[in-house]
């Protein structure tokens, strides 16, 4: 796997573990490496680095459990994390004649009945506990599973009591109701992915019972807590600002950075970047691409809007998350979520959708969104500040959708890609359909895995 224009560098850096990208999992991932004592590099894009935590912070984060589990397993002690409050509305799915508050089950009991979604509160209240006890089997199920493998033994699952997957009463849902549940698992998945199992949708829907984590203090964030932790830990984040190769010296696998004639080396390599973007950005510096990277490219991309707007504009009945569902459009649900600012008196507005990934058509479909929140939020049309325009990341661009036949949890999940070399991907996508727990469990089994494969 020699690297063109890079071949034989003057210098080399070396770590157990480079990790070639920012997103989240990869993140966790360094830290249960270097909690194992294990000298870790997580190389981000220099665009990526520069692109605000808040446009890169999962849109719902589910209070309970496996939240805990994780926060407990990166080692965050609860003065670190003190910031972080929950809420028990997990957000809102505002249709253009309905705002639903969803969380607890007594809060969404009642706004199913209320909205009509359901004939009698008795029907919502059995909804509602068969999805809770479904959900919490879910979790029980994701933080015993050993469900990632970086070697040829097989992972075993969990065993837990009880039926799993999504209630017939939820799974087979029609009308008001069905379009309730079809809302939310579109617009809380963190990827689009063949039809979820009904195991991930269980937890999915199951997950807001528990209501929704947030932080309240301007630049807070989850992305924060784990970087300080791999810090504190010894591990190293750098930023790339130009082209390189993927290199291997020996028997390590790593980078080659072109025109500085040295090397980032690692005894393993963790690709955390979207294989078909790195591996276009390797033809595009001439370097050779890898024939483990997958050159099939993405359709679909998450599109994020940073907005400001006054405080006191804002409605009072807006809930911290909300998933808009416009009338019609290519968008599909589109998410809103409200922040800290930094600035007294504003707050700041994320506004996400996935859209075809059209450079070109970016401006345009950005406009579109921002008319539908208009149209759902009349009270906020023509208030709205946009943020300075950011930079699209070359290859470290973690809001790429790459659509997968896989349906992801409880399947297993191998990260070994370079055959009998030490080099292994994160295949979000096949835990994209848990949201943003799949994106927090990935990356703690991963590390392990990692570790015990190094060990």
Request: some cysteine; hydrophobic content about 45%.
């Amino acid at each position: 796997m020699a690297a063109r224009s890079a071949a034989s560098p003057r210098r080399a850096r070396r770590w157990d573990v480079l990790v070639l990208g920012s997103a989240l999992p990869g993140l966790a991932a360094a830290v249960r490496l270097a909690m194992g004592g294990l000298r870790v590099l997580v190389a981000e894009e220099q665009a990526a680095s520069r692109i605000p935590d808040v446009l890169r912070e999962p849109f719902f984060l589910p209070a309970g459990p496996a939240l805990e589990g994780c926060l407990r397993a990166f080692g965050l002690p609860p003065i670190e994390r003190r910031g972080l409050q929950v809420d028990e509305i997990a957000y809102q799915v505002l249709f253009p004649d309905a705002r639903l508050d969803v969380g607890v089950p007594a809060i969404t009991t009642d706004e199913l009945e209320a909205w009509g979604f359901v004939a009698s509160a008795a029907e919502a209240e059995e909804l509602m506990a068969e999805l809770a006890a479904a959900a919490h089997l879910e979790a029980e199920a994701l933080l015993r599973a050993n469900f990632v493998r970086a070697g040829a033994q097989r992972p075993t699952p969990a065993a837990v009591s009880g039926p799993r997957g999504l209630p017939r009463s939820l799974s087979r849902a029609e009308g008001r109701l069905g379009d309730f549940v079809s809302a939310q698992l579109l617009g809380l998945a963190e990827d689009v992915p063949g039809r979820p199992s009904s195991e991930a949708r269980a937890r999915l829907l199951g997950s807001a019972l528990g209501g929704g984590a947030s932080f309240r203090k301007a630049g807070a964030s989850l992305r924060g807590l784990l970087r300080r932790r791999l810090e504190a830990l010894h591990g190293e984040l750098r930023s790339l600002s130009g082209p390189f190769a993927i290199t291997e010296l020996g028997d390590a696998p790593g980078i080659a950075r072109i025109g500085h004639g040295d090397a980032w080396l690692g005894r393993a390599l963790l690709l955390n970047a979207p294989s078909a973007r790195l591996a276009a950005a390797l033809r595009g510096w001439k370097s050779d691409v890898p024939s483990f990277l997958s050159k099939r490219a993405a359709r679909r991309r998450r599109l994020s809007l940073l907005l400001r707007v006054k405080e006191s504009e804002v409605p009072e009945p807006l809930a911290r998350r909300a998933l808009l569902i416009p009338r019609q459009g290519e968008t599909g649900p589109i998410r809103l979520s409200r922040h800290p600012s930094a600035r007294n008196g504003e707050v700041e507005l994320v506004l996400s959708a996935v859209v075809p990934d059209d450079a070109k058509r970016e401006a345009e479909q950005a406009a579109q969104l921002v008319e539908a929140l208009g149209d759902l939020l009349p009270v906020l049309r023509d208030r709205l500040r946009p943020a300075s325009p950011l930079p699209r990341p070359l290859w470290d661009d973690e809001a790429l959708r790459v659509e997968s036949g896989s349906h992801g949890w409880p399947d297993s999940v191998d990260l070994r890609v370079g055959g009998r070399r030490p080099i292994f991907r994160l295949p979000r996508e096949q835990m994209a359909s848990l949201g943003a727990e799949g994106e927090l469990l990935l990356g703690w089994r991963a590390g392990d895995a990692i570790r015990e494969e190094l060990s």
